[in-house]
């Protein structure tokens, strides 16, 4: 059954009210109970009637509750009005953070994620909600400005490929004894490339949902299908594969960590030496982990530069040969499957040149432990 929305529900009463009115009511039964208290334990000493002794008048039980009773009330009633005022200021002050926290929820509603609330104090509930609820303002805005960017630079690199097209169109147009051979290829060319920018597009939308069924995977057998797929390539550009490795059993995706796998075997073929060129691809597992490595020779690259290699369309121009300038999504789309896998991404420069790509992945759980 549909849940009835915020907006249709009728109002009630403030937490505010609710606790002031608890703790009032808390007090008027504490002191009712210790009113029950005296008279069972003390007036029922008392006796019922008055009695005239010797040394004077005693008052009977009817004489003290008829002296009692004004004053009990009156106090009750003192009690209610300082449990509602003191009730009401303590309330106050325990839902103060509550106030901020909802005033932030609201701006973050409105859109404006920069807002932070920054509870003082120390650690308790509302401080660790408060924290908890700044973190999550803080990953939702770096996540909408990636997307942002990412939108942005998806429309450049998309409309780059139409425009060309549009070009060539108007060019073939306006000169009738154009070579029509040659326009046909250049706009197979720029349409392959803009078929592979929307393949890759999906692609990496596939891994950000986890759309995708989970089944136990050997990264070894991905290794050697993603090398003999790509060895014509390998040998046409002169560069030496090789696969090493025992097992390494994973869970996920079969044709999502195939792909991982190709495009980091690719990458590593296409951006290398002129000549003589390597790439080694290893794989191995630890207790809790397997690890997917790829190495390939290459120019020497900055720190600097590594780190922006897995931002999307960063293309890295200081080592892409113009043969194969790629669509700028390789690296990414490994780093969303990644993720998807619940792994770990290290890219990191060689010493004498080149890349090293390391994948860390949990390992497939044992089917004797189930662990």
Known sequence: MAREPSAARAPGWSVRVKLTLSYAGFLMVAVALLLAVVWAFLLRYVPA????TIDGFVPGRDDLVRAFAPAAAWALLFLLVFGLLGGWLLAGRMLAPLTR?????????S????????????????????????????RLEAHLAEQQRFAANASHELRTP????????????????ADNGRLVE??????????????????????DRRSFTREQVDLSLLAEEATETLLPIAEARG???????????????????????TNLVHNAIVHNLPQGGTVQVDTATAPDSVTLTVENTGKTLSPQLVSTLTEPFHRGTERIRSDHPGVGLGLTIVTSIVHAHDGTLAVAPRPDGGLRVAVRLPVAPSPDTGR
């Open 49 to 52: 009637t008055a009695i005239q």
């Open 101 to 109: 926290i909802t005033r932030a929820t609201r701006k973050a509603a």
């Open 111 to 138: 859109g404006s994620l920069s807002h932070r609330i920054e509870l003082e104090g120390r650690r308790d509930e509302f401080r660790e909600l408060a924290d908890s609820f700044d973190a999550m303002l803080a």
């Open 162 to 177: 139409l425009a060309i097209t549009q070009t060539l169109l108007e060019v073939a147009r306006d000169d009738p004894n």
């Open 186 to 207: 250049r706009l197979r060319l720029v349409n392959s490339r803009a078929i592979e920018l929307t393949e890759a597009l999906l692609l990496l939308t596939r891994a």
């Open 239 to 261: 560069v030496d594969i090789e696969t090493t490795g025992a097992v390494a059993l994973t869970v996920g995706s079969p044709a999502l960590l195939l792909q991982l796998t």
